[in-house]
């Protein structure tokens, strides 16, 4: 009997194990293959030497890339579109969840409606008619002290993050933790004589770190992965993310270290600001049903 | 002091919002706390601007494309734009390529939602008990999903070669009875080698919206269903099955209209070939709005695509409730 569950618990960890080889090799692959030369990739390829950082390893693949795609600019870009649109994301949607999940405004309850009515559109389907629109837009920018007005957000930052601010689903996440948190705290804190914006920023805000952090990581993932949109709003070499740099590795002849080089560049950093600890707190929490 | 402000005209507010009144205002406004006033203006001071936001990038590109696809609107162009009525989609209803999209897309969707959907909970069973080790295995598991799905292309592309890596492991494995195909090259394995990495990147993501689903159910439950001597199978069969209900139809929604969307994959494999075999409908809608500029026909493209989206959601929705 005892054996028996033994035998079980060992088999049970075995497909554990399989999974887990199935889920790491192509990772681990591109991770080693990034040090290698192409020669010595596609020599590797029939032993297990394809996973092991061994023969001529060395960084010449990463300096290869900065010398063939304006790598640094891209990751620049990347960084700070993804962190300005994490930031004011978080500003803007927890902003608006407060005053929906605890203020009485008239009227909350069909706007709270209308916003959760627009996680049903894929962006996709936005996608095209948002590009036909967003060169209608106007924008204005302080050129010395005059003010230029000028039509047509293509091929600029704000086209990257101003559309992706608002959103339904940190407003909902938002909401669903402001409604845990006791609503006494407010009503002691007016007691006090503090605003409502007070009450937001000293009072809800700090004891709401978890969801904070949750809707961080949901705006940093597709900010940073972001392709579609970029590629058909972005023409200019200086303003463009990371993800549209793959295109420069398939001009004239391929270098295959040099493309997982970039691979593992875009894909390291990303990891590096989102630890998994994070990934699974942020998960933890209830989706929505 | 507050109560001097003038009042902002609040276009979603309807009378009916307001505390039930008596016909005379000043016992109406005696019901309303101090600093009512003041809250209304507050309040929707913090709404708006992410409903601005929302307004003019969901809301009226929303509507724009519903409308745009009835015209001769492009991207850029001198001519004003003008109705036309049905004629993008007529000409979408005669291409026979969009035909041979929708067809690849009902492919990939058909395979990618059982198959994804049971592999992901097959590793949400297996890492969702405590053992040593276990977040080693969450966080291998969970490795693909945080690498983006352009990089994750990227990475198949070089390993799908007909001298790649899943061809060199096949050899290997069979001891060299294998010779692989050229994945992407044939028309008869491009998709399927496109769900197989498809489905690579994203079980993991569904693994997590399982676990949280199974973390949900009561220990008490296994507990009981152990003193009446259960099987392991009978246990899935009876405890975590019924308990997933909710969860069952959260990640049948995700999936389908994920796959339903397929791009990037496309777009950085095979642009759609070989021979119209991988390609997709947001990747037409793309082809003919961004790289033609015809912004009309894609528009045209994407209204059926969230038509299709809705229904096959709706058609979900019905089948999912009638079971239980």
């Known amino acids: 009997m005892k054996n028996q569950l033994l035998l079980k618990s060992a088999g049970t960890m075995l497909v554990r194990i399989l999974f887990a080889v199935v889920a790491a090799f192509p990772i681990v692959f591109m991770l080693v293959s990034s040090l290698k030369p192409d020669q010595q990739i596609f020599g590797d390829m029939s032993s297990l030497a394809a996973f092991l950082p061994v023969g001529n390893i060395s960084f010449d693949n990463y300096a290869a890339v900065f010398d063939r795609v304006p790598a640094a600019r891209f990751l620049l870009n990347s960084v700070g579109v993804s ?21 009485q ?7 709270f409606t209308a916003i959760l009515a627009t996680l049903i559109v894929p962006f996709q389907t936005l996608a095209l008619p948002l590009v036909w629109w967003v060169n209608q837009l106007p924008y204005f920018e302080l050129n010395g002290f005059s003010l230029e007005f000028s039509k047509g957000w293509l091929d600029t930052y704000q086209v990257q993050i101003i559309p992706f601010i608002a959103n339904a689903f940190s407003i909902y996440l938002f909401h669903q933790y402001f409604e845990s948190i006791p609503k006494e705290l407010d009503e002691a804190a007016r007691i006090d004589g503090a605003g409502w914006f007070k009450i937001y920023r000293q009072v809800v ?44 590795f398939f001009q004239l002849n391929v270098s295959w270290g040099e493309v997982m080089a970039y691979a593992s560049l875009i894909t390291v950093r990303w990891w590096s600001s989102s630890s998994p600890s994070s990934v699974h707190s942020s998960t933890a929490s209830p989706p929505a049903a | 002091m507050a109560t001097d402000l003038p009042t902002r005209p609040r276009p979603a507010a309807p009378e009916a919002a307001l505390p039930p009144s008596n016909t005379d205002g000043k016992a109406r406004r005696a019901h309303r706390r101090p600093g009512f006033r003041r809250e209304q203006l507050s309040g929707w001071g913090m709404i708006a601007p992410a409903a601005l936001l929302l307004l003019t990038f969901i809301f009226i590109p929303a509507i724009l494309g519903f ?5 001769n609107a492009r991207l850029i162009s001198p ?35 059982p198959v994804q959907s049971g592999l992901a909970l097959v590793m949400a069973l297996l890492i969702n008990k405590k053992f040593r080790g276990v ?26 070669r007909k001298d790649g890596l899943i061809n060199e492991i096949l050899s290997a494995v069979s001891f060299g009875l294998i010779d692989g195909p050229d994945w992407l090259g044939d028309p008869n394995t491009a998709m399927p080698a496109i769900i197989i990495l498809s489905i690579w990147q994203a079980a993991g993501f569904h693994m997590i919206i399982w676990l949280a689903g199974l973390q949900g159910i009561s220990g008490e439950l296994y ?14 069969r009876y405890v975590t099955w019924p308990g997933l209900f909710h969860t069952r139809s959260l990640v049948l929604v995700t999936i389908t209209i994920q796959a339903l969307g397929l791009f990037d994959q496309i777009s950085v494999m095979t642009q759609g070939g070989p021979m119209d075999s991988t390609t997709t409908i947001i990747y037409e809608a793309v082809q003919s709005g961004y790289r033609q500029q015809e912004t009309s026909y894609a528009s045209a493209i994407s209204l059926v695509f969230f038509v299709l989206v809705l229904i096959v959601s709706a058609v979900q929705r019905h089948l999912t409730r009638e079971k239980d």
Do not use: H
């Open chain 1, 83 to 103: 962190a300005v649109t994490v930031i004011l994301g978080i500003f803007v949607n927890s902003l608006c969840a407060f005053a929906l999940s605890r203020m």
């Open chain 1, 205 to 248: 805000m700090p004891l709401s770190g978890p969801a904070t952090a949750t809707v961080a990581i949901l705006t940093f993932l597709p900010a940073w992965n972001s392709y579609l949109w970029p590629l058909m709003v972005v023409q200019s070499e200086e303003l463009r993310p990371v993800m549209i740099g793959i295109q420069y």
């Open chain 1, 105 to 111: 405004v008239r009227g909350k309850k069909i706007v």
């Open chain 2, 135 to 160: 977040n080693f295995f969450r966080t291998v598991y969970f490795l693909p999903v945080v690498t983006s799905m352009v990089v994750v292309s990227l990475l198949w592309l070089f390993m799908y």
């Open chain 2, 67 to 71: 409308g745009l696809a009835f015209t």
């Open chain 2, 79 to 113: 001519r004003p734009v003008e109705f036309v009525g049905l004629d993008n989609f007529a000409r979408l209803f005669s291409d026979p390529t969009f035909y041979r999209a929708l067809l690849n897309v009902a492919y990939f969707t058909v395979v990618i939602v």
């Open chain 2, 223 to 236: 507990e009981a269903s152990q003193l009446d001597g259960t099987s392991r199978w009978q246990q899935f």
